[in-house]
């Protein structure tokens, strides 16, 4: 079955500090990977993707993940955060493109001043 | 203008009442869905189509039901709200090949 777990549903770090949510995920075949963000009280934008060329991918404002086959992960990164940051992000994955999406739970990311 | 519009924004309603958010879209893609989404849930697949004449029910269809009435339109209903149902709803579109979602802006529904 498919799944797809954020090991965080919070993490809190200083602006400025780097930022790691952390992202795991089964899937039967070689899947595509998503991250999505959603500030408070607005809707799902699409940070980044993955769908099968380079393992590390950039997305939107400074974010970017390494896929990494071995470890079924694909965890998001950024060097410096800042408060604009603050949202809640989610981990989606898709067997293939004739799937549903599954979607993580969730991370809220709080960034202290 | 906005890729995917929903309406109404807001929604407050009381239970056993028959509700409708539409749902449309300006980019022309085949792929529609709708969510609802609940604290501490992430996103939940009602129903989704690809294209008019195929609907699908996802994970949790049960009380919902949809209209595909043209390739830019997608309507969710509830025919009797309940409070559980109280819940962020969320519209998305993709293209034919899949892949990545684009959301509306959200319709917070209430029932009371």
């Known amino acids: 079955a498919q799944s797809v777990t954020q090991l965080d549903s919070h993490v809190s770090v200083s602006e400025g500090t780097p930022v790691l949510l952390r992202c795991n995920y089964s899937s039967s075949y070689s899947p595509s990977l998503f991250w999505y963000v959603q500030h408070p009280n607005k809707g799902l934008q699409l940070l980044l ?11 939107i404002n400074g974010f970017e993940a390494e896929f990494k ?4 992960s694909f965890h998001l990164t950024k060097p410096s955060a ?10 989606v994955v898709s067997p293939d493109s004739n799937y549903q999406l599954i979607w993580g739970a969730g991370t809220k990311l709080i960034i202290k001043p | 203008d906005a890729d995917v519009t929903q309406t109404p924004r807001n929604r407050i309603t009381k239970t056993g009442k028959r509700i409708m958010l539409e749902c449309s879209q300006t980019k022309g893609h ?3 869905y709708w969510y609802r989404q609940d604290p501490g849930l992430g996103l939940r697949l009602i129903y989704y189509s ?6 699908n029910k996802g994970e949790i269809s049960d009380g919902y039901s949809v209209s595909r009435q043209a390739q830019a339109k997608f309507s969710l209903s509830l025919e009797s709200a309940i409070p559980n149902q109280t819940a962020l709803y969320f519209c998305a579109i993709a293209p034919t090949s ?3 979602q684009f959301f509306g802006p959200g319709t917070r529904l209430t029932v009371l």
């Open chain 1, 49 to 59: 993707k993955y769908t099968s060329a380079a393992t590390l991918v950039k997305g």
């Open chain 1, 69 to 72: 086959k071995s470890e079924t």
């Open chain 1, 82 to 91: 800042h408060m604009s940051d603050a949202a809640e992000y989610f981990c």
């Open chain 2, 30 to 32: 085949d792929r529609m």
């Open chain 2, 50 to 55: 690809f294209d008019v004449k195929d609907i």
């Open chain 2, 98 to 100: 899949g892949g990545a």
